[in-house]
């Protein structure tokens, strides 16, 4: 199980550590003309590549790990992510910039297959506390990603000494992409060596009928074709939850880093890199400790429907204090105490928000129709996720972009949308079944 860890903390580290750095990066390469405003764009762009490329092919990476197992699948994407971090930090133009973020998309269909790992070697007594952690191991990683993605660009100009030549020159946010690439090609060389294989059918173990999930007819050891899960309503309603929380979520994701770059004078805060990669640190920390250590307590005493459906609530206000924080530091014309107070409140905002994804990946794991199909069922999901966070990047930086450029609602149009599609998040949310053991319990 460690070792399941261990290889979903590396999705983040590949993944995350361009935040911080990635609108200035745009902005050097040229391609805005010199406006600021049009970052948004192109930044959105990059981002939202790779999902679209992990939205094609992840269904088809999970629903392999269904016949030939979790394990050779789980290397491949690991072996992937490596080489388009080193393709990502030798990229000196846009167009190979995006290259490098599809070449990681294609070769990564890891999370949805590391879930139905971890489905298969737990049940319900355990299952709440292993996928607790999950979030936790991705709030590590977005921690440490932006913490180093963000001090180490630019290694010739903090530390000449050291970084000398004009390949650090040329190159110059090279460094955090190679240690993204060198931290997965361990992952890869460990798990290589010491990971085993957890598909029933793989390992002589006969699975069990049917996992205890929401009520679902279908009772088949063998993978259930995608067509069956598509018309099953039991698998879908969590699918759907669980793709529309990944829009929002990826949404108000992109935004962090952008509205904190963004300069003053257009109502962000103008923080520089190095800021916006401690901050996202911090985040990730406080976020992924309070997942690990009360999501448990907090879904046992309250159920799992009931968490999700008020965590989704938190969106609201967490959206809102965008705005504020725009007016604020415009009037003030600087970064001060309040703007520091907002910022601690909004990560409150984020730990409760995160809640949700604890529960709908025990939703999601749960509605599979049987161990057989966990591959098919989370590859499913995380197509849809890919699919969502393909189109956030995109649609909220070019939003973005676009409300300051010419002013919509105040420069406060991309809020206004975040906001109607949590109305909608809520509103499906309602739709979750009370999970079998939960009626019972009752």
């Given at each position: 199980m460690s070792l399941t860890?261990?290889?979903?903390?590396?999705?983040?580290?590949?993944?995350?550590?361009?935040?911080?750095?990635?609108?200035?990066?745009?902005?050097?390469?040229?391609?805005?003309?010199?406006?600021?405003?049009?970052?948004?764009?192109?930044?959105?762009?990059?981002?939202?590549?790779?999902f679209v490329t992990q939205a094609l092919t992840t269904w088809q990476w999970s629903r392999l790990s269904d016949f030939v197992g979790r394990r050779p699948v789980i290397l491949i994407g690991l072996l992937g992510l490596s080489l388009s971090n080193f393709a990502f930090g030798l990229s000196r133009t846009l167009s190979m910039l995006i290259i490098s973020r599809c070449i990681a998309g294609v070769l990564n269909g890891n999370v949805g297959v590391m879930?139905?790992?971890?489905?298969?070697?737990?049940?319900?007594?355990?299952?709440?506390?292993?996928?607790?952690?999950?979030?936790?191991v991705f709030c590590a990683g977005i921690s440490i990603a932006p913490l180093y993605g963000g001090a180490l660009v630019k290694p010739q100009e903090r530390w000449p000494h050291v970084f000398r030549g004009e390949f650090w020159a040329a190159y110059?946010?090279?460094?955090?992409?190679?240690?993204?690439?060198?931290?997965?090609?361990?992952?890869?060389?460990?798990?290589?060596?010491?990971?085993?294989?957890?598909?029933?059918?793989k390992i002589g173990k006969r699975p069990e009928p049917e996992i205890p999930t929401t009520e679902n007819p279908l009772e088949d050891e063998k993978p259930i074709p995608m067509?069956?899960?598509?018309?099953?309503?039991?698998?879908?309603?969590?699918?759907?939850?669980?793709?529309?929380?990944?829009?929002?979520?990826?949404?108000?994701?992109?935004?962090?880093?952008?509205?904190?770059?963004?300069?003053?004078?257009?109502?962000?805060l103008g923080f520089p890199p190095s800021t916006i990669?401690?901050?996202?640190?911090?985040?990730?920390?406080?976020?992924?400790?309070?997942?690990?250590?009360?999501?448990?307590?907090v879904i046992e005493l309250f159920g799992a429907?009931?968490?999700?459906?008020?965590?989704?609530y938190w969106f609201y206000p967490l959206i809102l204090l965008f705005p504020i924080m725009s007016a604020v530091v415009t009037a003030q014309g600087e970064v001060g105490p309040i703007i520091w107070v907002l910022l601690v409140l909004q990560l409150i905002f984020m730990v409760l928000v995160d809640l949700a994804y604890t529960v709908i990946?025990?939703?999601?794991?749960?509605?599979?129709?049987?161990?057989?199909?966990?591959?098919?069922?989370?590859?499913?999901?995380?197509?849809?996720?890919?699919?969502?966070?393909?189109?956030?990047?995109?649609?909220?930086?070019?939003?973005?972009?676009?409300?300051?450029?010419?002013?919509?609602?105040?420069?406060n149009l991309v809020y206004v949308v975040l906001a109607l599609l949590t109305t909608f998040l809520v509103t499906l949310s309602r739709r979750l079944p009370e999970l079998q053991d939960e009626d019972e319990d009752a």
């Open positions: 860890y261990l290889a979903l903390f590396a999705e983040p580290i590949a993944s995350a550590y361009i935040f911080p750095f990635i609108n200035q990066l745009i902005g050097e390469l040229g391609v805005t003309g010199g406006d600021d405003r049009k970052i948004g764009y192109y930044a959105g762009l990059i981002e939202s590549l790779f879930k139905s790992m971890l489905g298969d070697i737990t049940d319900n007594t355990n299952m709440t506390y292993v996928f607790a952690l999950v979030p936790g110059p946010y090279f460094l955090p992409s190679l240690i993204s690439a060198c931290f997965t090609l361990i992952v890869f060389f460990i798990c290589a060596a010491f990971m085993k294989e957890s598909l029933p059918s067509m069956t899960l598509l018309k099953t309503y039991s698998v879908m309603i969590p699918i759907a939850n669980y793709g529309t929380l990944a829009l929002v979520d990826i949404g108000f994701f992109v935004l962090l880093p952008l509205f904190y770059s963004s300069p003053i004078e257009i109502g962000g990669g401690t901050a996202l640190a911090i985040f990730g920390v406080v976020d992924g400790s309070a997942q690990a250590f009360f999501a448990p307590k429907r009931n968490v999700f459906c008020w965590a989704v990946f025990i939703f999601t794991t749960r509605a599979a129709p049987n161990k057989q199909s966990l591959g098919s069922t989370n590859g499913l999901s995380q197509s849809l996720t890919s699919v969502a966070r393909a189109i956030g990047p995109a649609l909220t930086t070019s939003l973005f972009a676009a409300s300051k450029e010419y002013n919509m609602l105040g420069g």
